[in-house]
Structures are given as structure tokens and as C-alpha cells.
């Protein structure tokens, strides 16, 4: 510490030659000051969660390094850039319209720098032009009717070589189209279609047509079989979720709900208070826990999140012992909107002695999933440690285990006799986790709602 | 023990370019600095540990714009960790300067730190005669150990004037330091 005031001493009176020969009071200003740094150590477990909350945000959140059109839209040189276009578009078409330049050309200015007045009438504009539209009934000239300046006054002299060469073209061509047609001649052809190549063109135009429906037909067929597909996995599966939407809906009305299809995934998924990194697969981690049920001395829960790119591929069970043997568990899924790539909860009940007995091992989940890469068939396997204490566990599972026996008594309450709403909500609150979000708000204020309508 | 400024450039980098877990050591090296430095101007522990979480969370948000060229990524980082202190004490009231924000600061829980109590009351006595600006210079230059460089950047100011806002705190408080006593031994007599 003294050593450190000397320096500051020293640096102040080199900086200020003034405070030389005042060193003692500096130093004593100065370690006062120094004394008087409170202190702030930050609490250990809060920087542990905040570290991985932020290396499992860490892809979510990390935006790639702007290019340039990333960097002119983050700047908003973007409108500026539109309206330049814009202006540039509006401006070309301007120059290059030529309906204006027929104007110009069948109006030619006396040489000499005569002024050519810039203006377009509306008539023109809607796409009349030529001789009779540029011309009034008595022959003249027509004035011009409601006008918007195309561009300043400008002289013959000041037209660029386009516009002159433009306008040249202009009326070659109005002098070769506006040439009375040699007498006699017929304007239309003197060969005409024969009655085949009229057959052939129907028939094209049939096969065409044919060719576009079976495409289309063939199209729909594969549609139809996606969603009966779709229906089918839908069908099989309604059973073994609960719509939470539902379930609050009925719950908020005064009504206890009956089964209904799906847990909703949006207030299951949001943050993770814990994060296994060994394995990580398109930079998500797998995550798994396992410890007690708080509805059932005899059950244990296993919780596994895994991300919803790999479900797919996900075979459930195996789960595998150190010993390599295969363990059947009731698997209960909380399912997640496949799109937004959140991570899906899968839960497993398992009988208590079987994962206190495996816990003392390694009681290893196997997950196979085909690498995009490779087109391989490929396992991780992942090793859940049982963590004795329900406490003890993260705000992650805890929340998860209270969103499961909520479910658990909604759906199958005969089944989970010790269970009750209120531990659900002792246990919800219990764990908002490092960072407290609105979905989990949300089921708590369901789990009460469902208590005051039990 | 900290590492080579050549060790935290490459992290940098390769967070830039989307390593979490080089970001993961940036992490484990800047975290407590950067909550000692909001902690300091807000002495709130849950507003530190809030504004330490947005900080962190904020230059993962735009770790990719960050250029080596334009300083050091400690005062890239010190830098978010500022302005979201100003942000929030702007949010608290419409129009506040930095000169303000001590005495709001002073405000929420000093008395926490109980144990402290006369010292802080000391620190405050200093701390008034300054401004604000001259407040953080002292502050991280002798508190948080931060180079003038540093400073400078931090606060976008020139290394000079830095030097120049710290020579003229330290007299002032060399001044203040007089007063206080002067003040502290006649309540005693009292």
C-alpha cells in the first residue's frame, strides 16, 4: 500500500511541481482515501450463476460482426440511403422518360440556345402522346395542363449527349413509323396459320396444363401425408401432455381443468440456473439432474433439457448404468415449440431406490442422435450425478419439479397423494433462479389462482 | 494473478469472433473488478450484482464491434459499466449530472456497512468537495488501481486532462481533509 501511495506522490508531483515539499500531507490525504475503499466483494454463488447464465445466453445473445449492410442499418444510413435511391430512381426516370423527350423532339427549340420549358402534363403522363394528343383541336401546340417541372429550365445546348442522342432516335423512329404506307400494300400477312400448327399449340398447352396439375396433385399428396403424419404424432401424444394455456385459462375462469393435450413451452423454457458444458452440441448444452420428488417419498425425478434441434433424433430411453444396463423409466415430456429452438424438457419418474442405489455409481443417459456432419449415427452420454438434498438442487430443476407435480395433479392426482398446489407454489417460489423471469411469475400466479379455485 | 495483456487481447478476439468460453475467462477476470466499480458509485449491493449482470450481459450484445484499435477491452468493458450507472440514475431522475449521483448513492444502504460507519462519513466529507468527474478519477485511480490510460479512455477524456482532474482532487482534498478534522474534533468536544 505505501508503496503504491509513493508512486501516486510521485506521479502527482511530476505532473504538478507545485506540490513538492507537501508529500506528507499528500500521503496522508491520499491513504486516507485509500483506507476508506469499502468493501465489495461480490457473493461468490451470484457470480457462479451469472457466469453461466451468461455462457448459456452466450449464443443467444452474441451478434455476429455487423457488414456493411448490417452496419449502415444499425445507423440508420439506411432511410438515408432509400431516399438517395429513391431520388436517384426518380431522377433517371425523369431524364430518361420519353414520353417528355417525344415532347421535346416534336416541339424542337431554334438553335441558339433557345429555352425548352421541362414540363410533362398529366395527359401525357397517364401515357397519350404522339401528334394527336401533343396537338390541340386547332393544330396548335397545347399549352400545358396541370404540370410538374421535370427539371429546371434548361437550353438545347445544356442537354447531355444521352438526352441528345435519345431524342435523335426518337424522331428517326417517328419519321420511319409515321410514313404513310405505300398504297396498295396489306398491312396484314398473306400466309395464315394452317389448321395443324393451331392442334399442336392446344395440345402443348393441354400437356402443359396436365403436367402443372400432377405436379400439383403430387404436391398436395405429400402435404397431406406431412400433416396426417403430423396428426399421428399429435394423436399419440395428446395424452401425455397438458396444455398449460388451457389449464390456466380454465383455472382463472374458477375451474379446476380437466386433461387436456399440451404443456405449453413458454413458460417451461427460458433460463437454465445450471449448465453441464462437457456436452455441447450446436453450442447448447445438455442438461440433466436428478434427486427427489417432493410429492412422493418413494419417487425420484429425473430431469433432462436437451436442445429442441436434437430431438429429433433422440431415442428415449436408453439409460444406461456404469454396469451397461438398460433401465426402462416412465418418460413425461413438457414439449417445446420445435421452432423457436428452445431447449425440450423430458422428465423420468424413477422408484427412489433405484436412483438413490445407481446414484452412488454413475448412472450414465445415453442420447443418439445422427450428426448433421457425418450422417452418422452418434451417442453422448452424459453422466447424472443425484444430489441428495432437494434443496441442494438448482432453481432449474426445482422450478421444473414444481411445474411437473402441478401437472401431475391436475392430470393424475389419485397418483400423487402427498402432492399438493401449495407445495407446488412453496417450491415455484422457491426457485425464480438467478435471473427472475416473467414466465415463471406467470405459472406462480397460476398455482395460486388454482389453489383459491380448489 | 493477472494475465498478459497479450492473453486478454486474444480472449477478446476470439469472443469477438463467438468463443463463449474465452469470454467465460474475461468473465472470471473482469467480474469482480467491474462490480467493485459499480459498487462504488451506487453502494447497493442488489443494484451492483443488477447493473454487474446487464454489463456483462450488454458486451456479449456487442463483444463483435469491439476493436482492439480504439483501447484496451478493460475500458471498452469499464465503459458499458459507466453508462449503465448513469443510465440508471437518469432513469431515477429526468435530469441529473455525475455530481449528483453520490448523494443518491448515499441514500440507499451505507449503513450497511456499519462497522465503517465513521470512516465512510470521512469519505463522504472528502468525496463532497469534489465533482463528480474528479470523484471517479481518485476513485480508479486509487481504489481500483486503473492506469491513466485507462481512465482516459474510460471516461473519453485526454490522458492529461486526467491527470490534471486527479492533481487538483487530491488538493482539494488535502484542503477538505483540514476542515473535516477541524470539524470532527469540535463535535467531539462537544
Not at chain 1, 250 to 267: C, E, F, M, R, T
Not at chain 1, 298 to 305: S, Y
Amino acid at each position: 500500500m505505501e508503496k503504491r501511495i509513493t508512486e501516486l506522490i510521485d506521479e502527482l508531483i511530476k505532473h504538478d511541481s507545485s506540490l513538492k515539499g507537501k508529500e506528507r500531507e499528500l500521503r496522508k490525504s491520499i491513504s486516507e482515501f485509500a483506507k476508506a475503499r469499502p468493501e465489495a466483494e461480490p457473493d461468490p454463488v451470484f457470480a457462479e450463476r451469472l457466469r453461466d447464465e451468461l455462457i448459456r445466453r452466450f449464443p443467444s445473445l452474441y451478434r455476429k460482426k455487423p457488414d456493411l449492410f448490417g452496419f449502415l442499418a444499425r445507423h440508420r444510413v439506411k432511410w438515408a440511403v432509400g431516399a438517395t435511391a429513391v431520388a436517384a430512381l426518380v431522377a433517371v426516370t425523369i431524364v430518361l422518360n420519353p414520353i417528355a423527350k417525344m415532347q421535346f423532339s416534336q416541339h424542337p427549340a431554334p438553335t441558339g440556345g433557345a429555352e425548352i420549358p421541362g414540363y410533362i402534363t398529366q395527359e401525357q403522363g397517364k401515357g397519350a402522346s404522339g401528334p394527336d394528343q401533343a396537338e390541340s383541336s386547332s393544330g396548335k401546340p397545347s399549352k400545358p395542363e396541370q404540370t410538374a417541372p421535370i427539371v429546371a429550365k434548361e437550353t438545347m445546348n445544356d442537354k447531355t449527349e444521352i438526352q441528345n442522342s435519345y431524342e435523335l432516335a426518337v424522331m428517326d423512329k417517328s419519321k420511319t413509323e409515321l410514313q404513310p404506307p405505300p398504297t396498295g400494300e396489306d398491312y396484314f400477312p398473306k400466309t395464315e396459320l394452317s389448321s395443324g400448327d393451331g392442334k399442336d399449340m392446344f395440345a402443348k398447352a393441354e400437356d402443359k396444363k396436365l403436367e402443372s396439375d400432377s405436379v400439383k396433385l403430387s404436391k398436395l399428396k405429400v402435404a397431406e401425408e406431412e400433416s396426417a403424419a403430423e396428426s399421428k404424432v399429435y394423436e399419440a401424444e395428446k395424452n401425455f401432455y397438458i396444455d398449460f394455456d388451457a389449464a390456466k385459462g380454465a383455472v382463472q375462469k374458477g375451474d379446476l381443468p380437466s386433461p387436456a393435450k399440451n404443456i405449453s413451452p413458454d413458460i417451461l423454457l427460458e433460463h437454465f440456473d445450471f449448465i453441464v458444458p462437457q456436452y455441447d452440441y450446436k453450442n447448447q448444452a445438455v442438461y440433466i439432474e436428478m434427486s427427489d420428488t417432493t410429492f412422493d417419498g418413494k419417487t425420484g425425478l429425473i430431469l433432462v433439457a436437451i436442445p429442441a434441434s436434437l430431438v429429433p433424433y433422440v431415442k428415449l430411453p436408453p439409460v444406461l448404468t456404469a454396469k451397461g444396463e438398460n433401465k426402462e423409466f416412465d418418460w413425461i415430456g413438457m414439449n417445446t415449440a420445435p421452432d423457436t429452438g428452445k431447449p425440450q424438457i423430458i422428465a423420468a419418474f424413477a422408484a427412489k431406490s433405484f436412483i438413490q442405489s445407481y446414484g452412488k455409481y454413475n448412472v450414465m443417459l445415453g442420447i443418439r442422435y445422427i450428426d448433421d456432419k457425418t450422417g452418422k449415427l452418434t451417442t453422448v452420454e452424459q453422466e447424472i450425478v443425484y444430489v441428495n438434498d432437494l434443496s441442494k438442487t438448482s432453481a432449474f430443476y426445482r422450478f421444473y419439479a414444481a411445474v411437473l407435480e402441478w401437472t401431475l395433479l391436475l392430470k393424475y392426482k389419485n397418483q400423487v397423494p402427498q402432492g399438493s398446489f401449495e407445495n407446488v407454489l412453496k417450491l415455484a417460489e422457491g426457485a425464480y433462479g438467478a435471473v427472475p423471469e416473467a414466465q415463471r411469475k406467470d405459472f406462480i400466479e397460476t398455482v395460486k389462482q388454482t389453489i383459491s379455485a380448489e | 494473478m493477472e494475465p498478459p495483456l497479450e492473453q486478454i487481447d486474444k480472449w477478446a478476439i476470439d469472443s469477438s469472433n463467438g468463443d463463449r468460453n474465452a469470454f467465460a475467462k474475461l468473465y472470471d477476470f473482469y467480474m469482480k473488478p467491474i462490480y467493485r466499480f459499480i459498487y462504488f458509485r451506487t453502494y447497493n449491493r442488489g443494484l451492483a450484482e443488477d447493473l454487474t449482470a446487464q454489463a456483462f450481459l450488454k458486451a456479449i450484445e456487442n463483444i463483435a464491434s469491439y476493436d482492439r484499435k480504439k483501447g484496451k477491452f478493460s475500458s471498452w468493458l469499464y465503459r458499458i459499466a459507466r453508462n449503465l450507472v448513469i443510465d440508471h440514475y437518469r432513469s431515477r431522475r429526468k435530469t441529473m449530472g455525475l455530481d449528483e449521483t453520490w448523494e443518491i448513492a448515499s441514500d440507499i444502504d451505507l449503513e450497511e456497512d456499519a462497522g465503517r460507519k465513521e470512516q465512510i462519513e470521512q469519505l463522504k466529507g472528502l468525496l463532497t468537495t469534489l465533482s463528480g468527474e474528479q470523484r471517479e478519477v481518485v476513485m480508479m485511480r486509487v481504489w481500483q488501481d486503473l492506469s491513466y490510460t485507462e481512465i482516459a479512455e474510460i471516461m473519453g477524456k485526454s490522458e492529461a486532462g486526467c491527470k490534471m482532474m486527479f492533481s487538483r482532487a487530491v488538493a482539494k482534498m488535502r484542503e477538505a481533509a483540514g476542515l473535516i478534522a477541524l470539524f470532527i474534533l469540535l463535535n467531539w468536544k462537544g
